[in-house]
């Protein structure tokens, strides 16, 4: 079994892809912590409605090449509010494919997960672990933790679009794929309360 060698290298590796809620729980805890953390977007959608870019994913931008959450090779926020992303790891998409019908109105994803090999475990037993992991069977009992994370981050990934499929269906939004011009942006989470105060994603759960 899959077992974390602490050497911070995963908080190194690349910028850390976050969903649209754990940025705002990210930007409360980096205020109680004074901690400077800075988002660059990832996946948007433009609304034609309300003229505004909704931003589903964001990267955590590093800081002198670390995540700026990294102390030594200690996650400072680890028993606080660790991102899905992180928990995961080494266990992440490798693509992260959005589908969507204008005619239906409806985003869908897909995803496709692989095992890094910029972990420092893997890397080490790479051989041996190829030859023990040929199912995904294999896959969840090697990284059961990690699997578990994988399958919440794609839970929400799809409540996230479910969500704004309804808004767009119920025409409280209408979706543009193709823009890419300068506009005011949102995070998706704020985004879809303002129609739907009902939506709600529990960190403790998730």
Same mark, same amino acid.
């Given at each position: ?14 910028? *850390? ?53 990294? =102390? ?51 890397? =080490?037993? =790479?051989?041996?672990? %190829?030859?023990?992991?040929?199912? %995904? ?8 933790? %990690? ?6 981050? %794609? *839970?929400?990934?799809? =409540? ?25 942006? *949102? ?20």
């Amino acid at each position: 079994m899959f077992k974390c060698q602490m050497c911070g290298v995963c908080c190194r590796a690349s910028h *850390i892809a976050v969903l649209a809620h754990e940025k705002l729980i990210l930007m409360r805890l980096a205020k109680t912590l004074g901690i400077n953390v800075k988002f660059s977007y990832d996946y948007t959608i433009y609304d034609r409605y309300s003229d505004q870019q909704i931003v589903l994913t964001y990267y955590i931008v590093l800081e002198n090449g670390s995540c700026p959450f990294l =102390k030594g090779n200690v996650c400072s926020i680890h028993n606080l509010y660790k991102p899905l992303i992180c928990r995961s790891f080494p266990y992440v998409p490798k693509k992260v494919e959005y589908l969507y019908n204008t005619d239906l109105k409806i985003i869908k994803h897909r995803s496709i997960y692989a095992i890094s090999t910029a972990c420092t475990f893997i890397r =080490k037993f =790479k051989s041996e672990i %190829e030859r023990q992991i040929v199912s %995904e069977n294999d896959i969840k009992s090697f990284l059961p933790d %990690e699997y578990l994370a994988a399958t919440k981050m %794609e *839970i929400l990934r799809t =409540k996230y679009l479910t969500a704004l499929s309804y808004l767009w269906r119920a025409n409280y939004v209408s979706l543009d794929f193709t823009y890419k011009g300068r506009t005011h942006v *949102i995070d998706a989470y704020s985004f879809i309360r303002r129609y739907l105060p009902y939506f709600v994603i529990d960190y403790r759960v998730y």
